[in-house]
């Protein structure tokens, strides 16, 4: 009766589609200066600070400012780069046999090229979250994106195959900001949205998989340089937003710089009057420190935060890998019996299978952000892995059945995608965020070495049988399950 009842309380109130709040007064305009002036611990009217200021914490403020057509903003803007990533991978994963033929490679040379991209973002997600501690959320985009752009369309006119991998590992380093999408969406959203808006930013994910399947099917005309450049269109348009979004009021407070966290939110909502406001600032940490999160009370959660990434974004690719063979072929129980009847089935037409496989995504995507309003991020994240496994246990009793099996499959790879983006999500609360950033880039490195592995697994696993496989993704999806239950309860609150 209370999750219907919060239910109910979120779809009559949100003010996206009420703009009644806005509209009631409109006391200050949007380019005013928040008249506030410091009082130090020095000064004589200590004892009158009470009277003088309103103490408050961001997330009190943010709550009363509720939904604005601002978050909305946010939320299309900051889409984009996940729909960068989403292309990156899928789209090298697509244009690999041209590539082979184009240059005449061996296999192996392009099993090494698919690497690129996230050796690049293994390598970087540590230093991304430092730039992005140290220097501001949005800066870090900035740069991040400008990466992506030059690289990008320079592994679109690479004139040799080592050329090409060094343009992909840097468009790889460029893309690892994509978990800054998270914790950006966490720190500018009220208290109890911010965990709902921050798992539908996946949704943009499966948007850019649909689209590489799109352009997917005409790659014979357009060829394999365009499809690599196309990559940099999302991101310039990112890269243009970003210019006009505000850092978060949680980073300035913590780099010190109060006055500019009351602007930004002053500007959310005019009508609102902080100029008595003081913010609180709980923590006291040393920004950007990685050595934090090893320190006592974070080395416990930073590991069990690398294991979930781990796990969960190794069953996540070897996934991927999975649905798209059984997709192909219609012997179910090994690979070397699938390969036969791959033949007869055209590109064209798995690729539109592959597009018709993500939209039960976009569907589940929506089911577990309500979920997130509703009940808390670990409840939520528990119950995805734990249906995951459920899922892969089924998996085992239809493997006779190809069409059962593929549909076993879609979902599974369809709740291992959600559990990827909770990775992030869950993260960003766990984190002060002196050390968000850094903290989340750590587990997302260790994700990122899950992506490698997932198609290793595949290969040597699931080359012998399915069985194995399944069995596999199981005992890792337990791991997963384990350290996530180890890890501490997080309302929407950041700390």
Same mark, same amino acid.
């Given at each position: 009766m209370e999750s219907w009842t919060k239910l109910?309380?979120?779809?009559?109130?949100?003010?996206?589609?009420?703009?009644?709040?806005?509209?009631?007064?409109?006391?200050?305009p949007t380019q005013e200066h928040v008249k506030y002036k410091h009082i130090s611990d020095d000064d004589d009217a200590t004892d009158l600070r009470a009277d003088l200021f309103k103490s408050r914490s961001i997330d009190d403020i943010l709550d009363d400012i509720g939904l604005r057509l601002f978050h909305l903003k946010v939320i299309l803007i900051l889409g984009l780069l996940n729909i960068t990533d989403s292309l990156e991978v899928s789209m090298l994963s697509i244009i690999l046999p041209s590539i082979k033929s184009h240059w005449n490679i061996s296999s192996f040379l392009a099993g090494v090229l698919t690497i690129s991209i996230s050796a690049g973002m293994i390598v970087s997600s540590w230093f991304w979250g430092w730039v992005c501690d140290k220097y501001g959320r949005k800066r870090g985009f900035i740069g991040s994106a400008t990466f992506i752009v030059v690289f990008g369309f320079a592994s679109a006119f690479s004139p040799n195959y080592y050329w090409l991998w060094i343009s992909l590992f840097l468009v790889g380093f460029g893309i690892?900001?994509?978990f800054e999408v998270y914790v950006m969406t966490m720190e500018l959203f009220p208290p109890k949205y911010r965990t709902m808006f921050s798992v539908l930013n996946a949704v943009f994910w499966t948007l850019g998989f649909l689209l590489s399947a799109v352009v997917s099917t005409e790659?014979?005309?357009?060829?394999?340089?365009?499809?690599?450049?196309?990559?940099?269109?999302?991101?310039?348009?990112?890269?243009?937003?970003?210019?006009f979004l505000p850092d978060t009021p949680h980073y300035h407070l913590a780099a010190g710089d109060e006055q500019k966290a009351l602007?930004?939110?002053?500007?959310?909502?005019?009508?609102?009057?902080?100029?008595?406001?003081?913010?609180?600032?709980?923590?006291e940490s040393k920004r950007a420190d990685i050595t934090q999160l090893f320190r006592s009370?974070?080395?416990?959660?930073?590991?069990?935060?690398?294991?979930?990434?781990?796990?969960?974004?190794?069953?996540?690719?070897d996934l991927i890998y999975t649905a798209s063979d059984v997709a192909s072929g219609s012997a179910p129980t090994t690979i070397n019996e699938l390969k036969n009847d791959t033949l007869d089935s055209s590109s064209?037409?798995?690729?539109?299978?592959?597009?018709?496989?993500?939209?039960?995504?976009?569907?589940?995507?929506?089911? @577990?952000?309500?979920?997130?309003?509703?009940?808390?991020?670990?409840? @939520?994240?528990?119950?995805?892995?734990?249906?995951?496994?459920?899922?892969?246990?089924?998996?085992?009793?239809?493997?006779?059945?190809?069409?059962?099996?593929?549909?076993?499959?879609?979902?599974?790879?369809?709740?291992?995608?959600?559990?990827?983006?909770?990775?992030?999500?869950?993260?960003?609360?766990?984190?002060?965020?002196?050390?968000?950033?850094?903290?989340?880039?750590?587990?997302?490195?260790?994700?990122?070495s899950g992506m490698l592995l997932g198609p290793f697994i595949f290969?040597?696993?699931?080359?012998?049988?399915?069985?194995?496989?399944?069995?596999?993704?199981?005992?890792?999806?337990?791991?997963?399950?384990?350290?996530?239950?180890?890890?501490?309860s997080r309302s929407g609150a950041l700390v």
């Amino acid at each position: 009766m209370e999750s219907w009842t919060k239910l109910k309380q979120f779809i009559q109130s949100t003010p996206l589609f009420n703009r009644a709040r806005s509209d009631e007064t409109k006391a200050k305009p949007t380019q005013e200066h928040v008249k506030y002036k410091h009082i130090s611990d020095d000064d004589d009217a200590t004892d009158l600070r009470a009277d003088l200021f309103k103490s408050r914490s961001i997330d009190d403020i943010l709550d009363d400012i509720g939904l604005r057509l601002f978050h909305l903003k946010v939320i299309l803007i900051l889409g984009l780069l996940n729909i960068t990533d989403s292309l990156e991978v899928s789209m090298l994963s697509i244009i690999l046999p041209s590539i082979k033929s184009h240059w005449n490679i061996s296999s192996f040379l392009a099993g090494v090229l698919t690497i690129s991209i996230s050796a690049g973002m293994i390598v970087s997600s540590w230093f991304w979250g430092w730039v992005c501690d140290k220097y501001g959320r949005k800066r870090g985009f900035i740069g991040s994106a400008t990466f992506i752009v030059v690289f990008g369309f320079a592994s679109a006119f690479s004139p040799n195959y080592y050329w090409l991998w060094i343009s992909l590992f840097l468009v790889g380093f460029g893309i690892a900001t994509i978990f800054e999408v998270y914790v950006m969406t966490m720190e500018l959203f009220p208290p109890k949205y911010r965990t709902m808006f921050s798992v539908l930013n996946a949704v943009f994910w499966t948007l850019g998989f649909l689209l590489s399947a799109v352009v997917s099917t005409e790659l014979s005309v357009i060829g394999y340089r365009w499809a690599l450049a196309i990559v940099c269109f999302p991101t310039a348009l990112f890269l243009i937003g970003i210019v006009f979004l505000p850092d978060t009021p949680h980073y300035h407070l913590a780099a010190g710089d109060e006055q500019k966290a009351l602007n930004i939110l002053q500007n959310c909502a005019p009508e609102m009057d902080l100029s008595n406001t003081k913010l609180n600032r709980e923590h006291e940490s040393k920004r950007a420190d990685i050595t934090q999160l090893f320190r006592s009370g974070y080395w416990k959660i930073t590991i069990c935060a690398c294991i979930m990434a781990f796990t969960c974004t190794m069953a996540y690719y070897d996934l991927i890998y999975t649905a798209s063979d059984v997709a192909s072929g219609s012997a179910p129980t090994t690979i070397n019996e699938l390969k036969n009847d791959t033949l007869d089935s055209s590109s064209r037409d798995l690729y539109r299978i592959m597009a018709w496989m993500n939209l039960p995504e976009l569907v589940l995507i929506i089911l @577990v952000a309500v979920g997130c309003y509703i009940f808390t991020a670990k409840s @939520v994240f528990l119950t995805t892995v734990l249906l995951l496994i459920i899922l892969q246990i089924i998996a085992l009793s239809v493997l006779n059945q190809r069409t059962a099996l593929l549909i076993v499959t879609m979902l599974s790879r369809s709740l291992a995608n959600i559990s990827t983006t909770f990775v992030a999500v869950y993260a960003a609360l766990l984190y002060p965020t002196e050390n968000r950033s850094i903290g989340v880039g750590a587990c997302v490195s260790m994700a990122r070495s899950g992506m490698l592995l997932g198609p290793f697994i595949f290969v040597t696993l699931f080359a012998e049988a399915y069985f194995y496989g399944i069995v596999f993704n199981i005992g890792i999806l337990l791991l997963g399950f384990v350290a996530i239950l180890l890890l501490p309860s997080r309302s929407g609150a950041l700390v």
